[in-house]
């Protein structure tokens, strides 16, 4: 097959959903071993010609990047028009996946996407105006997809419900873990014990819970917290204890999850909960939001607190560091399930099964 395969958002910084698009196109070209062709697409801007092909490094794949000033603009209004088709761009293909920033036209062909969370959809105050917009025109294509792939079964069961997807198309390519996230190797040193939390700054993470969940463990562990800066609400950053240290790459991230006495990730909902997974492969234990989205990703390796009691999350992570010794070798165990290898051989499956 010649894959068409939409990198879009990997113009942007590396975190979650960039990170499985990144993730997938390596385990799809893993799982094919040269028995396919793969062609990475994206209409970008200027940053974006910059920023891909750093993404893409190491990966053997054809790269067709057409440089578009305002980009997003172009994207959006290729998709709603409808025209030209893909195939003039790239020539024929067997296969389109296109990504959450745009669904492009085509004449033929499979037709894929991928649906992380209907969160725009089910939570609009969570997210801002312009993502709604753009991921619900997405959310209503997505009916006209050969195969919608889908993080976790969750999601798979959202995407039926509410977008009204045939059952039979829908299939789950639960997240890889990428190599840093291992429990061997160099430990992060903050001058004292600390939790670690793991999210961008926007109202579903739920930081602030985490924060006033900290306030009441002891005096000597810290709150370590990562991520990029996100939209609304504030949490409130500026207590004691509290060490901001922003956006971090992967290998730094791994060092920081290893040094960590527990990870703490009280989101109020995901698609998956992918650092779950990153904090078990590097051997923590973590406390985890009880709502049933991250039941996947949690297995019975986590402890689970409701993220609107700091009350319960500050007694999931003292129950979490006196259960060390038994959460981290479960959270190895459950962690070792989850390759990129699997995603694409999920994925090149569900393809080959379309066409034929």
Known sequence: MRIAFDV??????????????????????????????????????????????AALDGLPVERRLRLLPFAHGWRQAWSRLGWPPAERFLGSFDVLHYSD?????????VRSTMVHDLVPLRFPGWV??????????????????DVVFVNSAFTGRDVVDRLGVDAARVR??????????????????????????????????????????????????????????????????????IVRLGYVDDEELARLYRGASAFVYPSRFEGFGIPIVEAMASGVPVVASAHESMDEACGDAAVRADPERPTAIAAAVERAIARRDELVPKGLEHARGFTWRRVGETFLAAWSEAAA
């Open 8 to 53: 879009s958002p990997l113009s942007h910084l590396p975190t979650g959903i960039n990170n499985y698009i990144r993730g997938s196109l390596g385990g799809v070209v893993d799982a094919a071993a040269g028995g396919h062709e793969v062609v990475a697409f994206a209409p970008t801007s200027p940053a974006g010609l910059r920023a891909i092909p």
């Open 101 to 109: 920033w745009m669904y492009p036209p085509q004449r033929a062909g």
């Open 128 to 145: 801002q105006r312009r993502t709604e917009r753009m991921h619900g025109a997405k959310y209503r294509d997505a009916g006209s997809c």
């Open 172 to 241: 789950v390519a639960y997240p890889g873990v990428g190599p840093h996230f291992r429990p061997d190797g160099e430990r992060a040193d903050l001058g004292r014990p600390y939790l670690l939390t793991v999210a961008t700054l926007e109202p579903r993470k739920n930081l602030q819970a985490a924060i006033d969940a900290h306030a009441l463990l002891g005096p000597d562990l810290a709150l370590a917290v990562v991520g990029a800066e996100g939209w609304g609400e504030r949490p409130e950053l500026d207590r004691d204890r």
